[in-house]
């Protein structure tokens, strides 16, 4: 093992990525030993130095943080801890504290960096295996959320088991999330359906405009889905020949 740990921060605002290297520098263990500051860059630098520790901002110009992970997670096959941090609301952090990553709030606190540090230190040291990849992205995970960004510029976390479809607005080109309290939300524009397959292996796409959840799928009649309450009266999520094979290899058992 090294002596130190290597860190790469992904940040596209300059003060906030020095001012996290300033606070790093308290720490003779942590190296940081690359700044990017944007998804592509990223994302190779990632890949060239193979850090112990990722500080990531959330938002991105080109996507989000956990965008970024879900294109990398497959290639990752070390010892990776991530930390995202944003200027957003504190009600993210017990959220995402709750799965395989921490958080920071911009401007960075003294204490809860420390908190952050103590809790990588931790983890790190008690486990000697590689990094399981699906702790990048809880793809597998019903009980896994994703952020969205909505139109008043506030972030909100969505549970996976919450969706019980996505339909594609083809007047707004992007996808929408339509959830069990009835409510739909727009994801962003970039969003492509196969990226929303590949988060979640429950999400499977039926037609070119709908991608159902399995879990609220209760039959397939005259090409069309029936779904679970609540949405047992919604009748527009048809399956097309294209991607019915799909479909049913993932819903026919026996």
């Known amino acids: 093992m090294s002596n130190y740990y290597k860190v790469?921060?992904?940040?596209?605002?300059?003060a906030s990525a020095k001012a996290l290297v300033k606070e790093l520098s308290r720490y003779p263990r942590f190296h940081v030993d690359g700044v990017a500051h944007d998804a592509e860059s990223g994302k190779d630098m990632i890949m060239r130095i193979m850090p112990d520790l990722l500080f990531l901002d959330v938002e991105l110009p080109e996507m989000y943080g956990m965008e970024l992970l879900a294109e990398i997670k497959d290639s990752v096959n070390w010892s990776m801890r991530v930390v995202f941090y944003t200027a957003h609301d504190k009600y993210l952090i017990n959220a995402l504290r709750n799965s395989a990553f921490d958080f920071l709030l911009k401007p960075i606190d003294k204490k809860e960096f420390e908190v952050v540090i103590s809790r990588f230190l931790l983890d790190y040291e008690s486990k000697t295996s590689l990094f399981d990849k699906h702790e990048i992205i809880n793809a597998d995970?019903?009980?896994s959320s994703f952020m969205v960004v909505l139109p008043t510029g506030e972030m909100r976390m969505i549970k996976s088991s919450d969706v019980g479809f996505f339909r594609y607005a083809s007047d707004r080109k992007l996808w929408e999330a339509v959830l069990v309290t009835d409510e739909v939300v727009p994801l962003r524009r970039n969003v492509s359906a196969?990226?929303?397959c590949a988060y979640n292996k429950n999400y499977i796409q039926v037609h070119q405009s709908y991608i159902i959840n399995l879990d609220f799928l209760v039959m397939i009649h005259d090409s069309i889905c029936?779904?679970?309450p609540p949405f047992e009266n919604i009748k527009e999520v048809?399956?097309?020949?294209?991607?019915?094979?799909?479909?049913?290899?993932h819903f026919c058992i026996f």
């Open 8 to 14: 790469v921060i992904i940040d596209d605002e300059n």
């Open 238 to 249: 048809t399956i097309s020949r294209k991607y019915k094979k799909n479909l049913m290899d």
């Open 194 to 196: 196969e990226f929303i």
């Open 141 to 143: 995970n019903k009980e």
């Open 226 to 228: 029936v779904l679970c």
